[in-house]
T-cell receptor
């Protein structure tokens, strides 16, 4: 059974810092991994999707990497801004097609 | 582009009442799913469907029923609501890769 762990659970940083969010998963037989952002009281917004054959994916100030063999993915946020404050969730997709979620990292970026 | 639409956004039920949470998508996605999100528990899969006429159970299916008569719609039914079903419910759909989520239904059972 796939289990997903995200570290840290919460993070508070001053504006402008570069930061790394970590996601680990127990079953490396995945097809892809998706990173989401969730604002309080809102739904999930897709940020990045990495296919199992890819090592990384970039969108603006966000960069996600994937090391399938070790069961790890990281989300790198460059030059953080207060608008980046949200909960970040990772979800690997296995051969059943199901997305299994970690509990997320809640990020606060202080002005 | 509507994406994934969930209704209602908020609902209060009394214990024992039944209701249906609606989910519709306009992206012609085959795969749809329902999750519940609870503090400290993350998102947990309730039921999912790989296409019209096909449904299967997820991690926490008890107390919920689903059906998939069309590609667009995937309703979630609570037959007899219990306080333990107080949660935020999310519907998702996807094609081969990226998943898209609705804005959620916040359900309170009193």
């Amino acid at each position: 059974k796939q289990e997903v762990t995200q570290i840290p659970a919460a993070l508070s940083v001053p504006e402008g810092e570069n930061l790394v969010l970590n996601c680990s998963f127990t079953d490396s037989a995945i097809y892809n991994l998706q990173w989401f952002r969730q604002d309080p009281g809102k739904g999930l917004t897709s940020l990045l999707l990495i296919q199992s054959s890819q090592r990384e994916q970039t969108s603006g100030r966000l960069n996600a990497s994937l090391d399938k063999s070790s069961g790890r993915s990281t989300l790198y946020i460059a030059a953080s801004q207060p608008g980046d404050s949200a909960t970040y969730l990772c979800a690997p997709k296995g051969d059943t097609g199901k997305l299994i979620f970690g509990q997320g990292t809640t990020l606060q970026v202080k002005p | 582009n509507a994406g994934v639409t969930q209704t209602p956004k908020f609902q209060v039920l009394k214990t024992g009442q039944s209701m249906t949470l609606q989910c519709a998508q306009d992206m012609n996605h085959e795969y749809m799913s329902w999750y519940r999100q609870d503090p400290g528990m993350g998102l947990r899969l309730i039921h999912y469907s790989v296409g019209a006429g096909i449904t299967d159970q997820g991690e926490v299916p008890n107390g919920y029923n689903v059906s998939r008569s069309t590609t667009e719609d995937f309703p979630l039914r609570l037959l007899s609501a219990a306080p333990s079903q107080t949660s935020v419910y999310f519907c998702a759909s996807r094609a081969a890769t990226e998943a898209f989520f609705g804005q959620g239904t916040r359900l309170t059972v009193v």
